[in-house]
């Protein structure tokens, strides 16, 4: 037995939600089916080592448009963590120290130099393909650049450590159109791309914007309901979850990410493109990790390279006798979040005065409803796959973070994609 509706969403994460969001306000039937048994996909509160700590996605910035227009929409508050009074960074394998400020100036030399035909390769960062040459450096990957600098040894351990920070990847494995798009969504300055992507947060976690989008529809949201199965043809889709339900539906909205896209059984097939890129992988595939230490600190930050288990830690909360860092590493492969002993090691390379208390985190590479953290294209993905991944095939839509224009890869991206989305569908059938 088959139920109705008008719109099936698959997944309900930020780009899932708002999508659901946009077409029930336009009278439109929608429900939406999401595996995990909590909203929110990659954005995750959750409370441990005694804080709400954001266990995926965290940060957004007033030139984030659609994120911030949430923000203004609920009357969201925003906050950040604690400003650094200590910075570490290593030399080859002499750790230096120093102030915020200071490491900010050991890198923009680097940085500028990188960075400084951005505008040119991406004059317009909500149509990154605008520019006909683009397929000109997006065989690049950010080391390839990097290395090209030929940068003094400290300089350049600096630099590759705060990309490593922003791509949670190999920096091999990382597009430099991704470094080149991030950079051109703040019309050039390395500075802001960096404060845009790291600094404030929502002061009651991303499930306060969830719980938001939530309360604004009356769409019918449904956890721990797997999708098996879509069948579809010009008239619409049949879709089967692993409980053996039938949803036919006029149109279907797909926000599963890259990595997973092409994997899902699908009836007629996804276009080669999509196949192609899920086959690829993205370049992300990093680690991020809470850890709460003996306190009381002084706040901090630190990066090492791409070579150690955790390439960058700063401070995030501060307590009477306790702080909790956040940490990332490049390869999930090579540490585990919850390896306390393994996570004190790797703290070892700046300092030997923190006592690890407690460790948490979430390895996303292994979850079977993500495969990746968040999206930083490999070399020549974006100029040969990111159209057909936008791209709608009959009554298939595809929404998501991954397919964003301005902010692919944030919490902005997956708002932007949801309106995009909801638009489309809203013109197709009303």
């Known amino acids: 037995m088959s139920e109705e509706t008008d719109v099936v ?67 969201l508050e925003v906050t950040r963590g604690p400003r650094p009074e200590e910075a570490y960074w290593l030399a080859g394998d002499d750790v230096r120290t120093g102030t915020l400020d200071g490491f900010m100036e050991l890198i923009d030399p680097g940085m500028r130099r990188l960075l400084e035909g951005t505008m040119q390769h991406i004059p317009r960062p909500d149509k990154p393909l605008s520019n006909p040459e683009l397929a000109s450096v997006d065989g690049f990957s950010v080391q390839d650049k990097l290395d090209e600098l030929d940068l003094p040894v400290e300089e350049y351990r600096a630099n590759e450590a705060a ?73 619409g889709a049949v879709v089967t979850t692993t409980g053996g339900e039938r949803i036919r539906a006029r149109r ?46 002084k706040p901090f930050f ?64 292994a979850d079977p409803h993500s495969r990746e953290t968040w999206l930083m294209q490999k070399p020549n993905q974006l100029t040969r796959y990111f159209a057909a991944q936008q791209r709608a095939e009959g009554v298939l839509h595809f929404a998501g973070s991954d397919y964003a224009n301005l902010w692919a890869g944030f919490i902005d991206g997956a708002i932007e994609s949801g309106h995009r989305v909801a638009r489309d569908i809203t013109t197709a059938l009303t």
């Not at 390395?190 to 939530?214: D, K």
């Open 302 to 365: 630190a990066y090492s390279s791409a070579a150690h288990p955790l390439s960058v830690v700063r401070t995030e909360f501060l307590g009477d006798d306790d702080a909790v860092l956040v940490s990332f590493g490049a390869d999930a492969s090579r540490i585990s979040p919850n390896d306390r002993d393994a996570v004190a090691e790797a703290l070892r390379v700046w300092r030997d005065d923190l006592e690890v208390l407690e460790v948490t985190g979430h390895d996303w590479m």
């Open 252 to 297: 279907v909205v797909l926000t599963l990410p890259q990595n997973l896209l092409g994997d899902l059984d699908i009836s007629p097939g996804l276009c080669a493109e999509k196949k192609a890129v899920t086959a690829e992988g993205t370049a992300s595939k990093g680690v991020k990790v809470w850890i709460r230490v003996r306190g009381p600190i």
């Open 9 to 75: 969403v698959v997944g309900g994460g930020v780009a899932g939600l708002i999508t659901a969001r946009e077409l029930d306000r336009k009278g439109l039937r929608v429900t939406v089916l999401e595996a995990r048994d909590r909203l929110g996909g990659r954005v995750w509160t959750d409370h441990r080592l005694g804080r709400d700590l954001e266990i995926g996605g965290t940060w957004l910035h007033w030139v984030q448009p659609h994120a911030w227009a949430e923000v203004n929409r609920y009357g």
């Open 163 to 235: 990309w490593v920070g922003h791509f949670n990847a190999p920096l091999g494995d990382g597009a430099f159109t991704s470094a080149l798009r991030w950079t051109a969504a703040t019309a050039g300055s390395w500075h802001l791309m960096h404060e845009a992507s790291a600094v404030f947060r929502l002061a009651s976690g991303t499930r306060s914007l969830i719980e938001a989008i939530v309360a604004d529809t009356d769409a019918d949201i449904r956890t721990s309901t797997e999708v098996s199965r879509i069948e579809h043809d010009a008239d």
